[in-house]
């Protein structure tokens, strides 16, 4: 976040992009070399969300315009209308592998799960071509498995050695992933069906280039456009293998979508990326809303996402001349007095009295004591423990896990809504409790676009914070979708869903879905 009168720039890992060639769409993820001997992160794709509103990011003449459009009813207990389970996630056991003609792979477990998982999207869209959109689907001609590690192999006019990524070329026909470094990486941070996720978002490059017209797409398509369909027909598929339907994979829709999510959230766009530049990919708040149309909604959705469409909704906004700093102000005593009358201020016409924040240690009788932040009814107090709050708001990079000041903030935020709850009579205690809570935080983060006319009231939203909000919300132990007990929804797909009805919405969305 930055306070109001200038933006702030913000560094926060993305993936360093080698320029793509037209006839190419790099996938989910990829790595170019960086200097030095290490790894430069090289985003991909995908897309989520839709906007509310026009609201200017303050100071920095910015919109973001848009019409929300929730996916529906959204329930602690289901995903998009399927039960949220938390059985096993990954590849089938027992099952025979895939025979399908892959040139140069090395019959490894990273080849094995690639094409396992290609002949499942494969089987996916052979149902779905005639019943969906009335044609017959061609499979991918040619598909190709490398090490960029060792021996570059020629395909899309490119030399494979030294590309971390996995990609679709149109020219060809053809899909290709990295088994060396890209595969690995991806199963070792977020497990197999992050690699699934990948080879499925590729898939989703071939079936718009199959579908032409029917998908809109052509070769002066905008990247931003292709990259959303691509991950909103990747959750098309997900749909499918959570229905169990798939031959070669499983997935549970609360830990294993979850993970699914994280993943996108790892391969967004870095911080200040413009949607307009070549080979833009998206924010992870955008990816993550356009695997949730799919999942929800099905392919003719999918094919629905024009330029047109996603401009109505974006989230993705550039830095601009004025944009100085990191854009992560320190969790300290400023910034908490900052976030008070922020708080105050978005929710003054709610009724409640504003609950106090402090950082005295202190007992409760009517509620749990929770981290990084506490409610407690009976004192109508807001308890933060600085130490964690610091961690989670740490600037990202090496040797740090925190995600950023917004994620931090975002949690006492979740607390404080607890008190607009209570002076509304609501339970505080249950599962929908935590979806609202989730819901009223992002209300209270579309408050911060615009302010008040309260000079004290400086915090505004900057680039970067709402993919640190979808991060806070994928992890277990995130309060921002939690009850005043700490018990939160189990489906990482709802919380999001929830925080994005608010931030789209406002608190009027957040009364009328939950109560």
Not at 72 to 95: E, N
Not at 258 to 284: C, P, W
Not at 305 to 314: A, F, N, V
Not at 400 to 423: I, N, W
Request: hydrophobic fraction near 40%.
């Amino acid at each position: 976040m930055t306070p109001a009168g200038y933006c702030a720039r913000q560094a926060r890992p993305g993936w360093a992009r080698r320029r793509e060639q037209d006839d190419r769409s790099d996938g989910a993820a990829g790595m170019a070399r960086a200097g030095r001997g290490g790894r430069v992160p090289v985003v991909a794709a995908v897309a989520v969300a839709a906007l509310a509103a026009v609201a200017v990011l303050a100071g920095c003449g910015r919109t973001i315009a848009g019409q929300a459009r929730p996916l529906g009813a959204i329930d602690p207990g289901t995903v998009a209308g399927l039960p949220v389970t938390d059985g096993a996630s990954g590849p089938r056991s027992g099952v025979a592998d895939a025979d399908l003609p892959v040139e140069n792979a090395d019959g490894g477990e990273m080849d094995k799960l690639a094409i396992n998982a290609i002949a499942d999207v494969e089987e996916y869209w052979k149902q779905q071509f005639p019943s969906e959109f009335g044609k017959q689907f061609e499979p991918v001609k040619r598909y190709v498995s490398y090490d960029s590690n060792g021996r570059g192999v020629n395909i899309c006019r490119t030399n494979t050695a030294g590309v971390v990524n996995a990609f679709y070329c149109s020219l060809e026909d053809s899909i290709a992933w990295d088994r060396g470094e890209l595969l690995p990486l991806l199963d070792d941070e977020f497990g197999p069906m992050s690699v699934v996720t990948v080879l499925a978002h590729e898939m989703g490059h071939a079936v718009q280039y199959k579908l032409g017209a029917a998908s809109g797409v052509d070769d002066n398509t905008p990247s931003i456009v292709k990259e959303q369909q691509a991950d909103c027909y990747a959750g098309t598929f997900f749909r499918w293998v959570a229905e169990g339907k798939a031959p070669h994979f499983q997935i549970s829709t609360g830990k294993g979508l979850n993970q699914v999510l994280s993943a996108m959230f790892f391969i967004r766009d870095e911080a200040g990326s413009s949607y307009t530049k070549q080979g833009a990919h998206g924010s992870a708040f955008d990816r993550v809303s356009a695997f949730q149309f799919g999942f929800s909604m099905g392919p003719k959705r999918c094919a629905k996402i024009s330029l047109d469409e996603y401009e109505q909704r974006k989230t993705e906004v550039a830095f601009d001349a004025n944009d100085r700093n990191e854009g992560n102000l320190p969790v300290n005593a400023q910034a908490m007095t900052w976030l008070k009358v922020s708080l105050d201020e978005a929710y003054r016409d709610s009724g409640a009295a504003a609950p106090a924040i402090s950082d005295k240690p202190s007992s409760c009788s009517d509620a749990k004591q929770t981290s990084p932040a506490a409610y407690c009814p009976a004192t109508n107090t807001v308890t933060v423990v600085p130490q964690d709050l610091m961690a989670i708001g740490a600037t990202p990079g090496r040797g740090s896990t925190g995600l950023g000041d917004f994620a931090a903030f975002a949690e006492v935020a979740s607390r404080y809504t607890l008190a607009v709850q209570k002076a509304a009579g609501l339970p505080l205690d249950n599962q929908t409790t935590a979806l609202r809570t989730a819901c009223l935080t992002g209300a209270w983060a579309r408050a911060t676009v615009t302010g008040t006319d309260n000079p004290e009231n400086k915090l505004r939203l900057s680039p970067g914070d709402l993919d640190e909000a979808v991060g806070e919300l994928l992890r277990e132990e995130s309060l921002i979708a939690a009850d005043v007990n700490g018990e939160s929804v189990k489906a990482g797909f709802a919380r999001v869903e929830s925080f994005r009805v608010g931030f789209l919405d406002g608190q009027p969305a957040c009364a009328k879905q939950f109560g």
